[in-house]
């Protein structure tokens, strides 16, 4: 087919470019007949895991929508095709965009596929995590994580340049509610503010010296913090922020691929969890050999068959 086009359409050109990656045998036959020389201009990834499309999706629609980026057209139902305008701006639409190049928000997404909550958005969740370990002593469970989840992210629309910002005000405010609520009064509402902040300590399992517990006793005191503070104070203390780096993130694997606990049902108990906790700290490369191992496992792919 590519030698009959170069006999029928003879063009003046630099080099031939596939695209889609299904015109490969086409362009080669053309650059073989035309003597112009053939090329991969286009480079496809082949592979995007799971929790990394919502990231690739985001950056497309930001793209778009500052005008950086033009949608061109869709290939074969999956691969499409930009002009970045800075250097084609004579580049025309020839289709409808996706419906993925519509900006959604974190619930939306989270909703969508629980995945979401990984990739650029793991650095949130691990923060609430945090809270949530601080504010209790135990790690979060998976119903009532990706409820709190799902409050946080209710119109928070990642990418944005206020973004951040808006979840650091979202954090504050669901820190305050745990601080207001039942369960809290019940657990802390008979301590004083140096046991309670010896408590805090305690859940977090960080090591602190006298002088630290009492500016932070001495702060809820005075006024100048209140238990809400508080615990965020400890959820972002550099040494729990790195402790748990690990095992917060092996957790919201189990949340995000598998929807559950890491002791719920095919596991009985968390010596999974213990191995892969393990396989994480053993190399460098551990958190990534986990998600690949998630993405492979057989139940998250009997999940998405369903």
């Given at each position: 087919m590519g030698r009959r086009l170069a006999a029928e359409h003879p063009v003046d050109a630099d080099?031939?470019?596939?695209?889609?990656?299904?015109?490969?045998?086409?362009?080669?036959?053309?650059?073989q007949a035309s003597g112009i020389?053939?090329?991969?201009?286009?480079?496809?990834?082949?592979?995007?895991?799971?929790?990394r499309r919502q990231d690739y999706a985001a950056f497309l629609a930001r793209g778009?929508?500052?005008?950086?980026?033009?949608?061109?057209?869709?290939?074969d139902g999956a691969?499409?095709?930009?002009?970045?305008?800075?250097?084609?701006?004579?580049?025309?639409?020839?289709?409808?965009?996706?419906?993925?190049?519509?900006l959604r928000d974190w619930e939306t997404l989270l909703a969508q596929d629980p995945v979401?909550?990984?990739?650029?958005?793991?650095?949130?969740?691990?923060?609430?995590?945090?809270v949530r370990l601080v504010e209790r002593g135990s790690v979060p469970r998976y119903a009532e994580f990706m409820q709190d989840?799902?409050?946080l992210g209710r119109g928070l629309v990642p990418g944005s340049e206020a973004a951040q910002a808006d979840f650091d005000t979202r954090l504050r405010a669901l820190a305050a509610g745990l601080a207001?609520?039942?369960?809290?009064?019940?657990?802390?509402g008979e301590l004083n503010d140096a046991q309670f902040v010896a408590r805090l300590y305690e859940n977090a399992g960080v090591a602190s010296d006298p002088p630290e517990r009492a500016a932070l006793a001495d702060a809820l005191a005075s006024g100048a913090a209140t238990?809400?503070?508080?615990?965020?104070?400890?959820?972002?203390?550099?040494r729990l922020v790195e402790r748990e780096r690990n095992r917060s993130l092996l957790l919201l694997h189990y949340f995000g691929f598998l929807r559950r606990n890491p002791d719920d049902p095919p596991d009985h108990d968390t010596s999974g969890f213990d191995f892969w906790l393990a396989q994480m700290g053993a190399a460098p490369d551990g958190p990534d050999r986990i998600a690949l191992a998630f993405r492979d496992s057989i139940e998250y792919k009997r999940m998405k068959e369903k």
């Open positions: 080099l031939v470019i596939p695209v889609p990656e299904s015109g490969t045998p086409a362009a080669v036959g053309y650059a020389p053939y090329g991969q201009g286009l480079v496809k990834n082949g592979y995007v895991g799971p929790e778009v929508a500052a005008g950086r980026l033009r949608f061109v057209n869709r290939f691969d499409d095709l930009y002009a970045v305008v800075k250097t084609e701006p004579g580049a025309r639409a020839e289709a409808s965009p996706p419906a993925e190049l519509e979401n909550i990984l990739g650029q958005y793991a650095p949130w969740a691990q923060a609430l995590y945090r989840a799902a409050e207001g609520g039942a369960e809290f009064r019940a657990r802390y238990r809400a503070d508080a615990v965020l104070k400890l959820a972002a203390d550099p």
